[in-house]
């Protein structure tokens, strides 16, 4: 059994900006969910200014912090939409 996580973080427009990349390789702890990939962005210099709870899709669908996350999950953070 696998102690950790790989999980691959796509970053888009503003936060890509924040972050000053557009994706982020994180080893998360076994039974760790969309919620703790999100915190572990924030953590990261320039990721407090992104939401607590930004908009976040796995395999094209969106989906809850509470979702587990299983190893080589690769995870988008979407920022607002805007258009007309």
Request: charged content about 15%.
């Amino acid at each position: 059994m696998t102690s950790t996580l790989p999980v691959r973080v796509v970053l888009f427009a503003r936060y890509a900006e924040v972050l000053g990349r557009e994706s982020v390789a994180l080893e998360l702890p076994a039974g760790s969910t969309v919620a703790d990939a999100v915190a572990a962005v924030r953590s990261l210099p320039g990721g407090a200014l992104l939401p607590a709870r930004p908009l976040v899709a796995r395999a094209m669908a969106q989906v809850r912090g509470e979702v587990a996350l299983a190893a080589g999950d690769e995870l988008a953070l979407l920022p607002p939409m805007s258009g007309g």
